[in-house]
């Protein structure tokens, strides 16, 4: 059994928790498996009564089109960005490899050359332990106060996002919820896997969606790829790459 708590009712956010814990739940491999989410504000006698249905109940695990179905639907090509956004974008990396290239860097950097061809200027942040530290946070902040679109680019981990994407998205919303007047800002996520079927990220991009809409970002759509160790090290717009793309 598995329960999330949330401050306040919402719905969506409720329904990734319970895909979430579903999928991690199929990895176990349990006789019967369910999952609730319940309200802070709940009553005693309300989770008492909620609790007891859930020790009686047996969940369908979500294989499938029931996790594909989260994936946010593309958003409509053509809308016109905030006037008042800078042309900064701001790449966050948070793939856990930071020693060599990785599949998260390679598509990440391809982006911002490419932003960077049409006038954009740019920085990139790949996530580190000092994350965890004031001054980690600090930098972070900066990068994002700094940028009017925010590219946070990741491999798939355990259904959803690595711990130091989670820790970036946390501190990211206090920031904003701690100001007053926060500014406009636009979020696109990009999430790899290593599974053929692009519908293993629906989970991961509907938490990042959720994210920004929590934290008063205009979501501005993501990208899931299957297959992302093809990619490989080597940059995009290496001739075999080129090859790779077109043929696919």
Same mark, same amino acid.
Request: aromatic share 6%.
């Given at each position: 059994?598995?329960?999330?708590?949330?401050?306040?009712?919402?719905?969506?956010?409720?329904?990734?928790?319970?895909?979430?814990?579903?999928?991690?739940?199929?990895?176990?491999?349990?006789?019967?498996?369910?999952?609730?989410?319940?309200?802070?504000?709940?009553?005693?006698?309300?989770?008492?009564?909620?609790?007891?249905?859930?020790?009686?109940?047996?969940?369908?695990?979500?294989?499938?089109?029931?996790?594909?179905?989260?994936?946010?639907?593309?958003?409509?090509? $053509?809308? %016109? @960005?905030?006037?008042? *956004?800078?042309? =900064? +974008?701001? !790449? #966050?990396?948070?793939?856990?490899?930071?020693?060599?290239?990785?599949?998260?860097?390679?598509?990440?950097?391809?982006?911002?050359?490419?932003?960077?061809?049409?006038?954009?200027?740019?920085?990139?942040?790949?996530?580190?332990?000092?994350?965890?530290?004031?001054? $980690?946070? %600090? @930098?972070?902040?900066? *990068?994002?106060? =700094? +940028?009017? !679109? #925010?590219?946070?680019?990741?491999?798939?981990?355990?259904?959803?996002?690595?711990?130091?994407?989670?820790?970036?998205?946390?501190?990211?919303?206090?920031?904003?919820?701690?100001?007053?007047?926060?500014?406009?800002?636009?979020?696109?996520?990009?999430?790899?896997? $290593?599974?053929?079927?692009?519908?293993?990220?629906?989970?991961?991009?509907?938490?990042?969606?959720?994210?920004?809409?929590?934290?008063?970002?205009?979501?501005?759509?993501?990208?899931?790829?299957?297959?992302?160790?093809?990619?490989?090290?080597?940059?995009?717009?290496?001739?075999?790459?080129?090859?790779?793309?077109?043929?696919?």
């Amino acid at each position: 059994m598995v329960v999330g708590v949330e401050r306040h009712p919402n719905s969506h956010e409720a329904l990734i928790f319970k895909t979430l814990a579903g999928r991690n739940a199929i990895n176990l491999h349990p006789p019967t498996y369910a999952t609730e989410v319940v309200v802070a504000t709940d009553s005693a006698d309300t989770l008492r009564r909620r609790f007891e249905a859930l020790l009686a109940r047996s969940d369908a695990l979500p294989f499938g089109e029931s996790a594909a179905s989260l994936m946010p639907p593309p958003v409509v090509s $053509g809308v %016109a @960005a905030d006037p008042n *956004s800078p042309r =900064r +974008a701001l !790449l #966050i990396v948070g793939s856990p490899k930071t020693n060599s290239p990785s599949t998260s860097s390679v598509l990440g950097s391809y982006l911002l050359e490419r932003l960077g061809d049409r006038g954009w200027e740019t920085e990139s942040l790949t996530l580190r332990a000092s994350l965890r530290r004031e001054e $980690g946070e %600090a @930098a972070l902040v900066a *990068s994002t106060d =700094r +940028a009017g !679109l #925010i590219l946070l680019v990741f491999p798939l981990y355990a259904d959803a996002l690595p711990f130091l994407v989670t820790k970036a998205l946390a501190v990211i919303s206090a920031h904003r919820r701690a100001s007053a007047t926060p500014t406009p800002k636009r979020l696109v996520a990009i999430v790899n896997s $290593g599974f053929p079927e692009t519908h293993q990220n629906a989970v991961a991009l509907a938490i990042c969606q959720e994210f920004a809409a929590q934290s008063g970002l205009a979501w501005s759509g993501g990208l899931a790829l299957g297959g992302g160790g093809m990619v490989g090290e080597q940059p995009l717009t290496v001739a075999s790459a080129r090859g790779y793309l077109s043929s696919t």
